[in-house]
Structure formats: C-alpha cells, structure tokens
C-alpha cells in the first residue's frame, strides 16, 4: 500500500513539473517582442539633429508609446508623458505610481525646458499616470478630459494649471495651434482574463485619483486626437488604434503619428477602413507608427515591440507598409529619444 502511494506519488509530482514545464515555455513565448527592429532598421532616421531649431521649423522628440514633444525653439507641447513604465508584473499585481526620479532624469535628458502644455489623449494609466507630476515639474499646463483632471487633482496639481480641453476649438500655445478631436480607442482586448473595455456603468474618473493605485484604477474617460497647426504645417496625433468616421474629412495633415497597437489583430474590414479613415483622407507625407513599444521596459533601455502576449509588431507594420508602398508616403520609426526635424 505505501509502495502505490508513493508510485502515485511520483506520477503526480511528474505531472506537476511537466505541467510547470509548459506554462513556462508559454510566458517565454508570449512574453517576448512581437516583432525584430532590425528588419525595419531601414525606418529608422538616426538624425537626432543637436543644432538650434531655425525659426519657422518643428523637432520632434520620441518618448515612447504614445508620448510625444513638439519644439519650435520658443515652445514645447507634449502628449501624454507617461515616463514611469512600470513593470508587468508590477501592473498586474500590485499599485502603481510615478517615480519622480524617472521623471527627472527624461526631463533633463529630453532637454524639457520651455514646456507649456500636456495633452493626454485618454486616462488609461499608460497615457496619464505621470502627466500631472510632470505639469507639476515644468509648469506647463495639463489638457484632458475630466478624468484626466481628475488624475491631476489626485496629484495635488492646482485647478488654475488645468484644463477640460474643448472640443473642436483652437487653443493657441505660442506659434503651436492645437484642436482637440473626439475619437475611440483601440476596440476592447482581453488578456489573462482581464480586459481594457470600459464598463458603460462607470465611464470616467469621478473623483481625485490619489497613487498609487491598481491600474484598472484608470478609466478610459474618452480618447481624443490632435490637429496641431503650425504656420503653414499641420500634424495630426492619432494615439489609438480606432477613428469616427469623417472625422478628418476636412483636414489634411503632412505628418501623421499613427497609434498601430493591434492593427493587424483586428478584422480585415476594420482594417481597411482604418487605413481609409487616417492615411487615405489625411494624405501626409511622413507618418510616424506611435504605441508600438512595450511600455512595460523602462525607457532607459532600447525600445522593444509590444509583447506577442498581446500584439503583432511586425504584422502591424507590414500592414502599414504594404498601404503606404505605392504612394509618396515616407514611415520612420523613432527609437527613444530619438529627434528629427519633421519640416
């Protein structure tokens, strides 16, 4: 009797170790980039131009996912901001919250230093979490919905360096001219049984968000574009991967940051129109895949694809070049901190 117990015993710890066995050749795979840079190194600009901007000229800055800064030399706008990057597993299973070094430490490196506002697309903790403290350290003013104001007072950022920003209306920053767009954020996923979508019954961020908190804590609280003008140039920022139909029927754009996370998991017909609804109407003639990395990396290091747990790098942008082959459409990837003068 104490033989066959133990026999089975032995069948179940094998099992056991085989079955561990299988769940960790299965992190390994899905927790590793969706995609390889260096089948896209040809995409990549490596200007980082470090002469003053001539007058009348735009340099961009790429802070990863969807965090982007603007400079004419006089003035500075930024999206987003989120700089922190928790790790994953940090963000699934514990709270999360800013880390004022980090913030410091790409502030200086960024050369941040004439800043004047921020402008969150939506309130998902990967685009607002930092915003605030970063407001809070540059002085500029944060631009967002109510849910991001919300993040901001939970920050202890003053009323009077906030704002709801209108929709549709031009807000004059220096010689920068930003109209705020309602958009739709990337359609719903669902990984290891949690998803992003945002429940109907609470659809926004309602009272002041004190960190740290979980990150489900952050509710999308709308998603928004941007039409910046400047002079005669004009850029859109498209942060996620969705649109409103006919939303830029009226503009056009010579640079378009386009949000890909996702692109190539979603349905061919959504994909087509996609492409209709941004490249198509919009014409640039650079676009600039934005939400591309795994911003569960510190932006330290090299920037890496989003994982495959949730996203296809490569698909994403063999989609993207395939649209854009036959037209007079240039795409450059940015790594971090990477510069380049867009006009």
């Not at 979508?197 to 309602?206: C, G, L, M, S």
Request: aromatic share 10%; glycine share 6%; net charge positive.
């Amino acid at each position: 009797m104490n033989l066959d117990i133990k026999n089975r015993y032995k069948q179940t710890l094998l099992r056991c170790i085989l079955f561990g066995i299988l769940i960790f050749a299965n992190l390994q795979c899905v927790l590793r980039p969706s995609g390889d840079l260096k089948g896209y190194e040809s995409h990549f600009p490596h200007e980082n131009p470090s002469n003053p901007i001539q007058k009348g000229k735009v340099r961009v800055t790429f802070l990863g996912t969807t965090s982007i800064l603007l400079d004419d030399g006089e003035t500075q706008i930024l999206t987003d901001g989120f700089f922190t990057r928790p790790s994953l597993w940090k963000t699934a299973f514990s709270k999360i919250e800013s880390d004022p070094a980090i913030l410091s430490s790409v502030i200086e490196k960024a050369k941040i230093n004439r800043l004047k506002g921020i402008f969150v697309c939506h309130s998902h903790y990967d685009h607002v979490m930092d915003a605030p403290f970063v407001a809070k350290l540059t002085n500029a003013k944060l631009y967002g919905s109510s849910s991001t104001i919300n993040v901001g007072l939970g920050a202890g950022l003053n009323k009077e360096n906030m704002e709801v920003f209108p929709i549709g209306k031009p807000l004059k920053l220096g010689k920068f001219f930003v109209t705020v767009l309602e958009s739709k954020h990337t359609p719903p996923f669902r990984i290891l049984g949690k998803t992003n979508a945002t429940d109907p019954n609470f659809p926004n961020i309602t009272v002041p968000l004190v960190q740290p908190v979980k990150a489900l804590e952050y509710i999308e609280g709308g998603s928004f574009d941007f039409y910046i003008q400047h002079g005669k140039h004009k850029i859109v920022i498209k942060s996620s991967t969705n649109f409103v139909k006919g939303a830029y029927d009226q503009i056009k754009a010579d640079v378009l940051f386009l949000g890909i996370a996702q692109l190539s998991l979603q349905p061919k017909p959504f994909q087509e129109e996609y492409f209709e609804e941004t490249i198509q109407k919009l014409n640039p003639k650079l676009i600039i895949p934005i939400h591309w990395d795994n911003f569960f990396k510190p932006l330290s290091k090299p920037l890496e694809p989003n994982l495959k747990l949730g996203d296809d790098f490569e698909g994403n942008m063999n989609q993207l070049l395939t649209r854009t082959s036959k037209g007079q459409i240039k795409v450059q990837l940015l790594q971090g901190f990477e510069t380049m003068d867009l006009f």
